[in-house]
């Protein structure tokens, strides 16, 4: 497995040891196609070009294969050059050789100008494009509309990429998506601002969001969560079958910050000030060392940490591969990054709460600099389906060219044909064969079909597959059912007692959901071996107005072990609004301030007692002087008498 700076040495080498060539007009296709370096043991073929498609931004991939693009040419500098509109296209290989041989247009209108979005969701089609979010419906099945519905507004973001990106469909049943900070708030279809589920107006004004946002909300658009806040330009959300949520972000362009992100439900990632807002060049106590590091404030408690630094880039589509034909690459996060002309794996491990990464090249540009990776999806057969938004910039807002665009399909060397068992989703088997799949409109056709036919008829069978010995098949199993009426119990009662702790994590976000018995849940868990399950029931605390919470978030900080950012933050994240009671309950279970733990816990906290202990721990003789600005700045997070008098006493020394 090669690592960033192997790959860039090879492509160095390669680069002093070919003859010049001028990319000036770019490559044909096929020649494309030979210039291309694709992963060993996986080969990449060409799916589709023009002029069967141009400047494809986004693609998903149906239940019988075809392959869904949103085509932007009205863009920035070019809108309005396409009178007609913009358009979605659905590409087809009716002979099972991988080659696109048929191409239609589902809709073309201005209406969907500056498309950076297409789910495909059995009859429905969602479509992200300038300030809306627009849900087409075709009701007889002629691949044309024939109703149109806002799902919702957007404040912001027309006519840009950082704005309003894909959706896609969650194992939970919810739809999972963000925007960018071009994008200023939510609206719903007629206009109003949403207040989501935690009661706060979705908007960018730092009470308590602001910059880029991700969201999960119900199929019709109804019970919006924000889930994480203050990216720069995240353009797709990704969710494994856990749900767990993973994401890109873009940096101020050149910086070497571009990042991947596992989304802490709840978390502040950083991208500005937390209470000013004030930019990552401002200066500020305990400033990072290295730029990459200092544009998202890695040091500000209340930052949660990124998954991997990625250097310079521009990020785009994102997936969670979960099909047979790779099997090296199952459960990892897969993302495309247009800047460097490259699509990658970045297989990850568990460390603490959270997770360590690595570089995997899929497939990069090789001596075509002109191929753009804007999207990755997969098709119901396993193989991986990569955009290439042509051009010889980055595509994006700076896109210079407007007539051409290919999709590359990457398979296992050896591998032949796109064919793969066609869909039924009447039978009970069938809707189970669909739920397993590796494209996420079959799972969601499953997913429906089966809450369709009701517990009775399919708690036997889900309940097995819920022991089945794969634990992406019992994830997914366990969602299904576990969200059908009266099951909830049954299933939570299984798969927290599993003995792999991401079906126990699964377990405290499915009773979260249902809003069941999430306190006995906690308790039973709280002392977990997993830190990560730790995390979630941490995480759990922050939606409960309950007597029981101090308790349990002392007997979780008790747990920290001075050395796990990722943890130190979700304690964060569950004491938000309740700081003093939980930072009482805390020293009263005897909750140490001068050990390694007890200063983090200090440090990140914003109890009214915390000032005067962060006094204390830079007056210790023990607190060594390169680490006093840490402590220092901390005190930016605080305000009060508390903090007045804390700073006067450590002046007044």
């Not at 693009?69 to 050059?81: C, D, L, P, Q, T």
């Not at 949520?245 to 990632?269: A, H, K, L, P, T």
């Amino acid at each position: 497995m090669k690592t960033l700076r192997s790959f860039r040495n090879l492509i160095l080498i390669l680069t002093l040891s070919i003859p010049a060539v001028s990319f000036s007009n770019g490559l044909a296709p096929k020649e494309s196609l030979k210039a291309l370096e694709v992963a060993e043991g996986m080969k990449v073929e060409l799916f589709a070009s023009e002029p069967m498609l141009l400047s494809p931004s986004s693609i998903d991939i149906d239940h019988r294969g075809r392959v869904w693009v949103a085509e932007i040419v009205n863009y920035r500098g070019h809108n309005g050059k396409r009178p007609e509109g913009d358009r979605i296209l659905i590409l087809e290989d009716t002979n099972g050789d991988g080659v696109a041989d048929t191409s239609k247009t589902y809709y073309q209108g201005r209406d969907i100008d500056s498309p950076h979005g297409v789910c495909v969701l059995g009859d429905k089609v969602i479509v992200s494009a300038g300030e809306q979010v627009i849900v087409f419906t075709d009701k007889n099945g002629d691949d044309k509309p024939d109703d149109k519905k806002i799902l919702f507004n957007v404040v912001g973001g027309k006519q840009h990429d950082h704005g309003i990106h894909a959706f896609c469909f969650g194992p939970d049943g919810k739809l999972y998506f963000n925007f960018g900070n071009a994008s200023r708030g939510l609206k719903t279809p007629d206009g109003k601002l949403i207040i989501d589920k935690a009661g706060n107006e979705i908007r960018d004004h730092r009470k308590p969001y602001q910059q880029g946002m991700v969201f999960r909300c119900d199929p019709d658009g109804s019970n919006v969560e924000t889930l994480g806040w203050n990216f720069r330009n995240n353009w797709e959300a990704a969710v494994d079958s856990f749900g767990s949520i993973w994401q890109s972000d873009n940096d101020d362009d050149g910086n070497r910050g571009v990042r991947i992100n596992f989304v802490m439900e709840y978390g502040n990632y950083g991208y500005r000030d937390e209470f000013t807002g004030k930019g990552w060049r401002d200066k500020r106590s305990n400033i990072e060392k290295e730029i990459p590091d200092r544009h998202w404030h890695l040091n500000d408690p209340g930052v949660v940490p990124n998954l991997i630094l990625t250097g310079a880039g521009s990020p785009t589509g994102i997936i969670i591969y979960e099909g047979n034909l790779f099997p090296n690459l199952i459960n990892q996060v897969i993302h495309c990054d247009a800047g460097p002309n490259i699509c990658r794996a970045y297989p990850r491990k568990n460390n603490g709460a959270g997770y360590d990464a690595e570089m995997m090249p899929i497939l990069s540009g090789g001596k075509d600099r002109w191929y753009r990776p804007s999207d990755v999806a997969v098709g119901p057969d396993g193989s991986l389906f990569i955009a290439d938004w042509y051009d010889p910039g980055v595509g994006g807002h700076g896109m210079r060219d407007l007539d051409r665009g290919r999709i590359f399909r990457v398979v296992p060397e050896g591998h032949n044909g796109y064919k793969f068992t066609k869909r039924d989703f009447k039978s009970l088997e069938g809707a189970i064969s669909g739920l397993l799949s590796s494209d996420l409109e079959s799972r969601y056709l499953g997913w429906n079909a089966l809450h369709e036919m009701g517990v009775e008829k399919t708690q036997d069978a889900l309940m097995k597959l819920i022991s089945d010995k794969d634990k992406i098949k019992r994830a997914r199993a366990a969602w299904c059912l576990g969200k059908m009426p009266g099951a909830g119990k049954m299933v939570i009662d299984k798969i927290s007692k599993d003995l792999d702790s991401d079906l126990r994590i699964v377990a405290i976000r499915l009773a979260r959901q249902l809003n069941f018995d999430v306190v006995n849940l906690i308790t039973m868990l709280s002392n977990d071996k997993s830190p990560q399950v730790r995390r979630e029931c941490a995480i759990a605390l922050r939606e409960l107005d309950v007597k029981e919470v101090p308790k349990l978030w002392a007997k979780l900080a008790l747990q920290h072990d001075g050395k796990d950012r990722w943890y130190l933050e979700a304690l964060g994240i569950a004491a938000e609004g309740k700081w003093d009671e939980c930072f009482k309950a805390w020293i009263g279970s005897g909750g140490k301030w001068n050990t390694k733990a007890g200063k983090d816990i200090v440090w990140r906290s914003r109890s009214k007692m915390a000032p005067e202990l962060l006094v204390k721990i830079v007056k210790d003789p023990s607190t060594k002087e390169e680490e006093k600005p840490k402590y220092m700045r901390a005190f930016d997070f605080h305000s009060g008498p508390e903090k007045e008098l804390a700073l006067q006493s450590l002046l007044l020394e």
